[in-house]
């Protein structure tokens, strides 16, 4: 006899136990509900909404394993951290995980310890994790961040692309596809590349009414310090500034310290302890204000955020909205700035332009690995040597660009060097050697003599080695490599790791053939500057913020003006009225 279907009572039960909520908000009932009655989902709600409760919930509610793609490895840790903090049982395995780890967490799941396992989607490219999974049993599939499907989201992941395979191995089961920022076209191509069977399609709180929203127009770096200065002694309450670059962050940092406001700086260049210390300096309230990379926020928990400026225009407005949408998670009145200077929308530009090479770029690079490939069909040179044999031909933005293409294409794979194979040269002579490495040092000397022994006097020139196949006695790779880093601090040899380069696809070697869609490269590029003058229109708009926001995404809930954005309130500053009194 089949279980009865959940009902919303039962979710709402679940929701208050677990999570200690009375009540779900407006936008989730719906997608609570479509989730439990089985049906495949796309729901799309905005930093905040409340998206991990639609499939948290109905995974504790019904019960069997719930796996949730997650990208990020902080991401998925602060989510588990929070689940495990609730008391549900919950897990991740990423690449932080040793092997036993790995299995301890596996042997779990199938017990039935766990309800929510999370995994970054490279980890499904595994047939031996598929099949893992597979004998576990997987009742609802949780693709998180879905808008990293989609070649025309703003954070795509090729990793992504792969998921409806995977799924397919799995049995297809249920699946919830979910994502903060996705327009209509993007929540189509989800559902196209997922597979997902008649989605129930959940759109909605995209209108945070609790967010104010301005831009404050400036001209040199220094109007915008003064004005993200401004605008935090004006706001009370926890802030956070979002700059462009890790440079930026550090620069910005100080002027805000030097303005005697509670400052700290967060990147990913950072040391973790001190990522670690500013993060927690700001979570625990010592420090008022973070300024960080767009990195930080995603699965932060800070409730009480009061302000986000943005100290520079952000490439897309998936970007910004998202990133704006970390103040006043607690529903309470928060502000979000941005500080607009049309130039910065020519740093965009040069990225996109670097990110989309032309035909004859991409064909330029397969010409070239194409004549350097092995017999095995490996092209043994890494990305900054291709660049350096291109540079009079091809941009050296587009080299790796290029490279991603044919990648993308399934026209190369990229080949990480082997850690047993190396490239050694002897540098000192035998009269050196054997006065020098002697006594304790009569195990290097039997290395070097191994090495001889292998391939003769080509070790004067440079020879290929196999480590592992030199004598046994010897200890193989992992114990020779330490030997002879040491060797080449004291100039006895010099070694490069070998076995790296990109491997080619061997019938397109063979009849020189690409299969690139040319075309579709020409649209990506369009795509993105769309998404980039979309962010440039929401800055330079002269209507309402929140309604160009909403009609964006497509929310229901767009009206023609909000009453509390800048443009609304009367308080916005147009830049080209000020020009125009200027030169009059």
């Known amino acids: 006899m089949l279980a009865p279907t959940p009902t919303l009572a039962d979710a709402r039960a679940t929701l208050t136990r677990w999570f200690g909520y009375p009540e779900f908000r407006a936008p989730q009932v719906p997608a609570i509900e479509a989730v439990l009655a089985g049906h495949d989902a796309l729901i799309v709600l905005p930093t905040g909404g409340g998206k991990s409760l639609c499939f948290q919930v109905p995974a504790l509610t019904r019960g069997g394993l719930t796996v949730v793609i997650s990208p990020l490895i902080s991401l998925m840790k602060d989510q588990v951290?929070?689940?495990?903090?609730?008391?549900?049982?919950?897990?991740?395995?990423?690449?932080?995980?040793?092997?036993?780890?790995?299995?301890?967490?596996?042997?779990?799941?199938?017990?039935?310890?766990?309800?929510?396992?999370?995994?970054?989607?490279?980890?499904?490219?595994?047939?031996?994790?598929?099949?893992?999974?597979?004998?576990?049993?997987?009742?609802?599939?949780?693709?998180?961040?879905?808008?990293?499907?989609?070649?025309?989201?703003?954070?795509?992941?090729?990793?992504?692309?792969?998921?409806?395979?995977?799924?397919?191995?799995?049995?297809?089961?249920?699946?919830?596809?979910?994502?903060?920022?996705?327009?209509?076209?993007?929540?189509?191509?989800?559902?196209?590349?997922?597979?997902?069977?008649?989605?129930?399609?959940?759109?909605?709180?995209?209108?945070?009414?609790?967010?104010?929203?301005?831009?404050?127009?400036?001209?040199?770096?220094?109007?915008?310090?003064?004005?993200?200065?401004?605008?935090?002694?004006?706001?009370?309450?926890?802030?956070?500034?979002?700059?462009?670059?890790?440079?930026?962050?550090?620069?910005?940092?100080?002027?805000?310290?030097?303005?005697?406001?509670?400052?700290?700086?967060?990147?990913?260049?950072?040391?973790?302890?001190?990522?670690?210390?500013?993060?927690?300096?700001?979570?625990?309230?010592?420090?008022?204000?973070?300024?960080?990379?767009?990195?930080?926020?995603?699965?932060?928990?800070?409730?009480?955020?009061?302000?986000?400026?943005?100290?520079?225009?952000?490439?897309?407005?998936?970007?910004?909205?998202?990133?704006?949408?970390?103040?006043?998670?607690?529903?309470?009145?928060?502000?979000?700035?941005?500080?607009?200077?049309?130039?910065?929308?020519?740093?965009?530009?040069?990225?996109?332009?670097?990110?989309?090479?032309?035909?004859?770029?991409?064909?330029?690079?397969?010409r070239t690995l194409r004549a350097q490939v092995t017999p095995d069909g490996l092209a043994p040179v890494d990305l900054e040597r291709l660049t350096t044999q291109l540079a009079r031909q091809v941009d050296a933005r587009h080299v790796g660009a290029a490279v991603r293409t044919l990648a993308r294409a399934g026209r190369l794979t990229v080949e990480a060097p082997s850690p047993e194979r190396v490239f050694v040269t002897l540098r000192a002579t035998p009269a050196r050697i054997a006065a020098e490495l002697d006594g304790e040092r009569a195990f290097d000397r039997e290395v070097l003599r191994a090495l001889w022994r292998a391939v003769g006097p080509q070790l004067q020139d440079g020879a290929f080695v196999n480590l592992d196949g030199l004598p046994p006695g010897l200890g193989g790779g992992a114990q020779l490599r330490p030997v002879l880093e040491r060797l080449q601090a004291e100039q006895f040899v010099t070694i490069e790791r070998a076995g790296g380069g990109y491997r080619l696809e061997a019938q397109a070697i063979v009849d020189n053939h690409l299969g690139i869609d040319w075309e579709q490269l020409t649209q990506r590029r369009a795509v993105d500057i769309a998404r980039l003058d979309a962010m440039q229109g929401y800055a330079q708009t002269r209507g309402c913020r929140r309604a160009f926001v909403l009609r964006y995404f497509g929310d229901p809930a767009a009206r023609v003006a909000c009453g509390a954005c800048d443009r609304c309130l009367g308080t916005a500053k147009d830049p080209s009225v000020r020009r125009r009194r200027e030169r009059a």
């Open 81 to 366: 951290d929070a689940l495990e903090r609730r008391g549900v049982p919950a897990a991740f395995i990423n690449s932080t995980l040793g092997a036993s780890a790995v299995s301890d967490r596996l042997v779990r799941a199938q017990r039935g310890e766990l309800r929510l396992l999370y995994l970054a989607p490279e980890r499904l490219e595994s047939d031996a994790m598929l099949e893992k999974l597979r004998t576990i049993g997987v009742t609802m599939l949780a693709v998180d961040e879905a808008h990293c499907i989609s070649e025309w989201g703003h954070d795509f992941r090729p990793s992504y692309r792969r998921l409806a395979r995977a799924r397919q191995a799995l049995g297809t089961p249920h699946t919830v596809a979910l994502t903060a920022t996705a327009t209509p076209d993007v929540r189509d191509d989800i559902i196209r590349q997922l597979q997902l069977r008649d989605p129930a399609v959940v759109v909605g709180g995209f209108d945070r009414t609790n967010l104010t929203y301005h831009v404050v127009a400036t001209r040199r770096e220094a109007d915008k310090d003064r004005a993200a200065i401004t605008a935090i002694e004006t706001h009370d309450g926890p802030s956070i500034v979002y700059a462009p670059t890790r440079k930026a962050v550090e620069r910005i940092t100080k002027v805000l310290v030097r303005a005697r406001l509670s400052a700290v700086g967060y990147h990913a260049g950072l040391e973790e302890s001190h990522r670690r210390r500013a993060q927690d300096a700001f979570m625990h309230g010592t420090a008022r204000v973070i300024v960080a990379t767009s990195a930080f926020g995603m699965g932060i928990d800070k409730p009480d955020v009061r302000l986000v400026v943005h100290h520079a225009m952000p490439g897309t407005l998936e970007s910004y909205y998202q990133e704006a949408g970390r103040a006043g998670r607690d529903g309470k009145p928060s502000v979000c700035v941005l500080l607009h200077n049309y130039a910065d929308r020519f740093t965009h530009e040069y990225f996109i332009d670097g990110a989309h090479p032309d035909r004859t770029a991409v064909e330029r690079v397969w």
